[in-house]
């Protein structure tokens, strides 16, 4: 990677254009030039130091959230749901079955939250 200095709104230009992006986080920082620990980095300085209200906040990029139910099940491994393309179970049990339908840009954000580290 280049050591090129960036300004914050470069910065805030490269965060926010990532969600719309379609690639994973290894392919975007390759496509800017950056790590992908530089990326995390100034995603998390920005939403620190991001006021809604101000001049210097975050436009909201993402798309509107979809809440689907859930259920709880503890029981031995089952077999994976009719129409299921994956089944993805984590190694605390929580299992994610993907259908044949789903869209490819939610699963990918699905799946970076889940590798974000949980806040003490």
Request: avoid cysteine; aromatic fraction near 4%.
């Amino acid at each position: 990677m280049t050591d090129q200095r960036r300004t914050r709104e470069q910065w805030r230009d490269i965060v926010e254009g990532f969600p719309e992006s379609g690639l994973t986080q290894a392919q975007y920082g390759a496509r800017h030039a950056i790590s992908v620990t530089s990326f995390h980095r100034w995603r998390e300085r920005l939403r620190q130091g991001a006021d809604p209200r101000g001049p210097g906040a975050l436009r909201n990029v993402a798309e509107p959230v979809r809440l689907l139910p859930v259920e709880e099940v503890h029981e031995a491994p089952m077999a994976p749901v009719a129409g299921s393309a994956l089944t993805l179970v984590l190694a605390n049990g929580v299992r994610l079955e993907v259908g044949t339908d789903f869209e490819a840009r939610t699963l990918r954000r699905v799946l970076e939250i889940l590798q974000e580290p949980v806040a003490a």
